[in-house]
T-cell receptor
Framework: KAGVTQTPRYLIKTRGQQVTLSCSPI?????VSWYQQTPGQGLQFLFE???????NKGNFPGRFSGRQFSNSRSEMNVSTLELGDSALYLC?????????????????FGPGTRLTVL | AQSVTQLDSHVSVSEGTPVLLRCNYS??????LFWYVQHPNKGLQLLLK??????LVKGINGFEAEFKKSETSFHLTKPSAHMSDAAEYFC????????????FGAGTRLAVHP
């Protein structure tokens, strides 16, 4: 199976602009989660989508949003970019873990999109 | 609320010597715990996971971890380090509720010297 793919791999934007990042999950995976990785804050959960619905959200401002399409592909959008939004944005997909009700499935991570805000 | 604390930000070992990366967790219920590894300019890879089955968990590349409830620890070990083990390692706890919210520790950078 092909892994999780993220596009683009690198982006450079200026303050005030907006950006859209894309994530294609592993075939058959219906859950897509997004994470932000920065040197100062580490890895932080942004949100999770399952069957086109956001079912969990981290502690980020409303400038960060996302959506999921019927084919499970997901996009995240950041509006009014700030310098502090410079980060590696990681996407992960998973499917439910069989036999353990409520247990999280293994998450498979993509290579990330490195966003630089100037 | 769930959280993890990685006790060392940097660990340096010689090739062929044991590796110990320490992690303590805090959880209001029986947690799901993971170790992930991140090599430079690469995504995260799952090393191993604990989900209330056996307390000693074996992972890939010779790594293993032991869940100790009494000590709220989930330390990662490997008997003999290899140069290719040099990377950043993250201890992770599931946010719970069956959802895929992972809470990451700050990471431990492992250096392996010849």
């Amino acid at each position: 199976k092909a892994g999780v793919t993220q596009t683009p791999r690198y982006l450079i934007k200026t303050r005030g602009q907006q950006v859209t990042l894309s994530c294609s999950p592993i075939s058959g995976h219906r859950s897509v989660s997004w994470y932000q990785q920065t040197p100062g804050q580490g890895l932080q959960f942004l949100f999770e989508y399952f069957s086109e619905t956001q079912r969990n959200k981290g502690n980020f401002p409303g400038r960060f949003s996302g959506r999921q399409f019927s084919n499970s592909r997901s996009e995240m959008n950041v509006s009014t970019l700030e310098l502090g939004d410079s980060a590696l944005y990681l996407c992960a997909s998973s499917s439910p873990q069989r036999g353990l009700a409520g247990a999280p499935g293994e998450q498979f991570f993509g290579p990330g999109t490195r966003l630089t805000v100037l | 609320a769930q959280s993890v604390t990685q006790l060392d930000s940097h660990v340096s070992v010689s090739e062929g010597t044991p590796v110990l990366l320490r992690c303590n967790y805090s959880s209001s219920y029986s947690p799901s715990l993971f170790w992930y590894v991140q090599h430079p300019n690469k995504g995260l890879q799952l090393l191993l996971k604990y989900t209330s089955a056996a307390t000693l968990v074996k992972g890939i590349n010779g790594f293993e971890a032991e869940f100790k409830k009494s000590e709220t620890s989930f330390h990662l070990t490997k008997p003999s380090a290899h140069m290719s083990d040099a990377a950043e390692y993250f201890c992770v706890v599931s946010g719970g509720g069956g959802y895929n919210k992972l809470i990451f520790g700050a990471g431990t950078r492992l250096a392996v010297h010849p």
